[in-house]
């Protein structure tokens, strides 16, 4: 009976605790409407609240425990658990859909409406239309508008599913509409697309082109100084810098920051955060081992989704790398800087794969941004916090990453 009570009393919690983080989302989004009617602001804060219920609710409760199989009509493939997903999905009351927009729609501007609709689907409307822009360098005005209207209906539709797989599954129908939509329109979208990567691919070796150019002529400057400088026969640059190089030239994100680096037994592992800049949503932590002189493709090896209708920027991984044992990762997750908190992944195989992520307790970012350091068997993290003014401390622990820091407050600097 007490263990019943207890695990009654927990699913209470975390389904409070679910209802709580909805409606702090969908106070974030209104609030960044900036309603000056505050009666307008509570009703479609409400509606999205509901919505966003309305939407969990029904993908709890329709779980795709077994596959039942079955092959999609369209293209003969096998249907994988993302399509059963989709389509218990899509059986939901039309109403869930339609409570939302009859109160977008009376409340908000048509501009306000697609503000909360992109906020639902992380901006993919933006983001996939500049890749058809891209694709498609000649694209018509008629043709953007058309792809345009397509990405707004995959916007709308995908507003009613809860995971970002789901709601990329409902972009995908869409686009494979406006690659057909380019096809009868007098184009090849195969051959764009490889016009495309063919394209990408020129300018990335155009670019390593240019940067050796650029190293040889530095190095010839900084030889030229070394020339005409007098007693400089001992002068190292960059004295104790073994190399000096990039990890890669193009990548799937646009930006990055805030880098690491690792000795594991296997060799170096780098980490960094990469994404469309920092504090977007899409922000991950990356990596790419260095073998055999060449540094690997970055691979992802965190995110900052939370569940399935929550997602942050991950900020600032640090690598460490524990004498004899795992590789650990420190990280942060959350909307800003003062509001981030730290989490940490392990690693048993030097950073190829790693364990699910762990929560630091509760207070406590582990080291912000500079490599901890191992004293007398105690793991001294440099920290600190940005909340009120920059708070400087460190954190300490002889569990190597498990729960159980403890902090020395250090020093307080204001900004």
Not at 1 to 17: N, R, V, Y
Not at 80 to 92: A, F, G, P, R, T
Not at 221 to 235: D, E, P, R, T, Y
Not at 274 to 281: I, M, S, Y
């Amino acid at each position: 009976m007490l263990s019943i009570a207890m695990t009654s009393g927990q699913a209470i919690a975390q389904a409070s605790a679910d209802n709580q983080e909805l409606q702090k989302k969908a106070s974030e989004w209104v609030n960044d409407l900036k309603l000056s009617d505050e009666g307008k602001k509570q009703k479609v804060q409400t509606a999205i609240t509901q919505h966003l219920t309305a939407v969990r609710d029904w993908h709890n409760e329709h779980p795709v425990k077994d596959n039942p199989g079955g092959i999609n009509p369209g293209t003969g493939n096998t249907l994988s658990n993302l399509d059963w997903e989709v389509i218990y999905c899509s059986q939901k009351p039309k109403s869930v859909h339609e409570n939302l927009m009859t109160t977008l729609n009376a409340a908000l501007t048509p501009e306000q409406v697609e503000a909360v609709l992109d906020q639902y689907t992380i901006g993919k409307v933006a983001f996939t239309l500049k890749g058809y822009e891209a694709i498609v360098p000649d694209l018509t005005d008629k043709e953007r508008t058309e792809i345009l209207k397509n990405l707004k209906q995959a916007r709308e539709q995908a507003i009613d599913y809860k995971s970002m797989k789901e709601i990329s599954a409902i972009f995908e129908i869409y686009k494979t509409k406006c690659e057909q939509y380019l096809n009868s329109n007098g184009r090849s979208w195969k051959q764009l697309f490889k016009d495309y990567v063919n394209k990408r691919n020129a300018e990335k070796a155009a670019q390593e082109k240019n940067n050796i150019s650029m190293k040889i002529s530095f190095i010839s400057f900084c030889l030229l100084l070394l020339a005409i400088s007098s007693g400089a026969q001992k002068v190292r640059w960059k004295q104790g810098i073994v190399t000096d190089e990039f990890i890669f030239d193009t990548a799937s994100f646009p930006s990055s920051h805030s880098a690491t680096i690792a000795e594991t037994p296997e060799g170096l592992i780098a980490a960094w955060f990469g994404g469309t800049k920092e504090g977007h949503k899409d922000v991950c932590i990356y990596t790419s081992h260095l073998k055999k002189g060449k540094w690997s493709k970055p691979a992802m090896a965190a995110n900052g989704v939370l569940n399935d209708t929550l997602r942050y920027a991950c900020y600032n991984p640090v690598l460490y790398q524990v004498p004899g044992g795992e590789l650990i990762l420190f990280y942060k997750i959350g909307p800003n800087v003062a509001g981030w908190t730290g989490w940490l992944k392990r690693s048993t195989d030097n950073g190829h794969t790693w364990s699910q992520r762990e929560a630091l307790p509760a207070g406590y970012l582990g080291p912000v941004k500079n490599k901890p350091e191992l004293i007398n068997g105690v793991l001294v993290c440099p920290s600190s916090t940005e909340k009120d003014g920059w708070k400087v401390h460190f954190e300490y622990t002889k569990d190597w990453g498990k729960p159980g820091l403890s902090r020395i407050p250090l020093t307080m600097v204001k900004k």
